[in-house]
């Protein structure tokens, strides 16, 4: 069977290596496209400015565009009640889901073909585990002191748009241990924070 497919190729004046990589290539683009990815991840202020964004996709390729992105979502979403528990809505053919904690605003985007349910759990694993990791403090000046901690949580949760985690204790508990491991410059009491409310919620989810 290999023969007659190199052969075949031979015959096409193709090189079966070169034919070999752009399959594996094309399998590793459907891979990626059948699993659930999500657009961009923004953490705004009570006045819709940046504390932490990251984005996975090149449909707003400028800055300028990334921050008129930030404005329309802020905007649209700025008098509703979502507080107590995440709200859903679309936004220029987007599924935008977000939260409201204190003076910090969570927004996850996703295309609109994308299982809302699960966009869901994304920000509200990466709510919760800012929240863990801050000790409950959340708010605009401690998230801003805890940046590094912040940005690791959105690396634990998506890599490349592709969602990896949405536990909280998961998520908190890898960037505590990245911390202690030295891999990131934090201060000695961020690290002891950290791994103390990572062990103290791992023991609690022990005892359920």
Known sequence: MRAFATCDLRKKNLDPRKELGRWKEAMGEFSKASCPSVKNILLLDSEGKRVAVKYF???WPTNVSRLTFEKSIFT????TNARSEAEITLLDGYI???KFVHDLHFFVTAGD???ELIISNVLQGFADSVGLLLRG???KRTALENLDLILLCIDE???GGIILETDANTIAGKVATNAADGSVPFSEQTISQALATAREHFARSLLK
């Open 57 to 59: 996709s090149d449909d």
């Open 76 to 79: 649209k979403t700025l008098k």
């Open 96 to 98: 935008i889901v977000y």
């Open 113 to 115: 073909d994308e299982n």
């Open 137 to 139: 403090d959340v708010e």
């Open 157 to 159: 949760i998506i890599d």
